[in-house]
Every structure is written in structure tokens, then in C-alpha cells.
């Protein structure tokens, strides 16, 4: 997991396809788009842009993906993302792996938040389970953008 702030450069060169991602994040006027999918480069890479309401952290679940990696960014409002290293105890919920590349678990434990704000990001791993659009105490509305990048095409 990374986590940063989308006006900080990084102190050190990351993959060029996770700085291309950043970059798209950095330059993009996101109340341009209507919510939907981007495509920036085939199945390499594109983007979602979601509007929804944060949820009590115990109406949904934690996920995991294996076949992308996920940049969120944050556009507008406040949200908690949940994340925890995937150390293959976590009972499944649900699956739909391969076709959407996606796992839900019951639940995890030693899950901590992370509170996204506007211009935050936080890079997720294969390994890192998460639990987005989470609310602390009140649900808000929020704008935010997903990036996916294709685990294979990371050098």
C-alpha cells in the first residue's frame, strides 16, 4: 500500500505505468466526466469514476482483487478505506474471480483506516485487502476515482 496526496511528488522513481496512473490523476478535471469507466490503455489500464455515499463500516465487505492493482483517489468529500495485508485467513463471502476480479471476505482482522480526503490516493496491492467508501460516524456523499492497472504489465 501507498498512501500520499495527489500534489506531493514521490522522493523516488515509481513503475512508469503507476506513474502514468498518478499523472492521469493529477491532470485530469474529474467534474468533466460524468460517473463511468475511462479508458486510458486497453485492459493495461483505465479508470472509474464513482459518485456514491459512504456506508457504516459493517454494511459492506472487505475485498481483494488479483489481476489489478487499484489507485482510489479522492475528488470530493470524506471517506475511511479499511486495509489489512491479506494473510490467506480470511474467510470468502463471495467470489468472482477470474471474470470480475473480485473477492469479498466475511470479515478481517487488525483492519485499519485510512481517511481519505480531498487530492488523497492510496495505492492497493493484490495482497492488500480493502474496504472502501467507509464512513467513521456520518454518511457523505463523495466523488472518487478508481484506476486499475493490470498486476502483469507492473516492471
Do not use: W
Not at 506531493?8 to 502514468?20: E, G, S
Not at 490516493?121 to 478508481?146: M, W
Amino acid at each position: 500500500m501507498i498512501f500520499g496526496h495527489i500534489s506531493c511528488d514521490y522522493p523516488f522513481p515509481l513503475p512508469h505505468i503507476l506513474q502514468k496512473g498518478l499523472d492521469f490523476l493529477r491532470n485530469t478535471d474529474f467534474s468533466q466526466y460524468q460517473p463511468g469507466k475511462i479508458p486510458l490503455d486497453g485492459d493495461i489500464m483505465f479508470a472509474e469514476v464513482i459518485d456514491t455515499t459512504t456506508r457504516n463500516i459493517n454494511d459492506s465487505k472487505p475485498e481483494i482483487h488479483e489481476k489489478y492493482l487499484d489507485i482510489h483517489y479522492l475528488v470530493f468529500g470524506t471517506e475511511y478505506i479499511g486495509v489489512v495485508p491479506d494473510l490467506g485467513e480470511n474467510k470468502v463471502f463471495e467470489t468472482m474471480m477470474p471474470k470480475r476480479d473480485i473477492t469479498f471476505y466475511e470479515n478481517v482482522s487488525h483492519e485499519t483506516f485510512i481517511e481519505m480526503f480531498p487530492g488523497s490516493y492510496v495505492v492497493l496491492f493484490p495482497q492488500d485487502v480493502h474496504r472502501p467508501c467507509s464512513c467513521k460516524n456520518t454518511e457523505t456523499a463523495i466523488r472518487k476515482v478508481v484506476v486499475k492497472i493490470a498486476v502483469s504489465s507492473i516492471q
